[in-house]
């Protein structure tokens, strides 16, 4: 009598935490969301950003990220 009782005691507490796992999913971090413009501006934004790092990232592996110290007069 005891093993099905525990058994039972013991199926009852898995359906709970399946339920509340599940309850959790579908609440998410219970915060208000963000609009398809701000995901957009904010992806924009990280993206234009990524690329300008990069681009001073090759500026500076192709040594234009200074202003030159050779003369710009030509000399014969």
Aim: proline share 3%; glycine share 2%; with cysteine.
């Amino acid at each position: 009598m005891k093993k099905s009782s525990f058994a039972r005691s013991l199926k009852c507490l898995f359906c709970l935490c399946v339920l509340l796992l599940w309850t959790c999913w579908l609440a998410g971090c219970s915060a208000p969301g963000e609009t398809s413009s701000e995901v957009h501006r904010r992806h924009k934004r990280v993206l234009k950003n990524n690329l300008q790092q990069a681009q001073d990232d090759i500026d500076a592996v192709f040594l234009i990220d200074k202003p030159s110290k050779l003369s710009d007069k030509v000399v014969r």
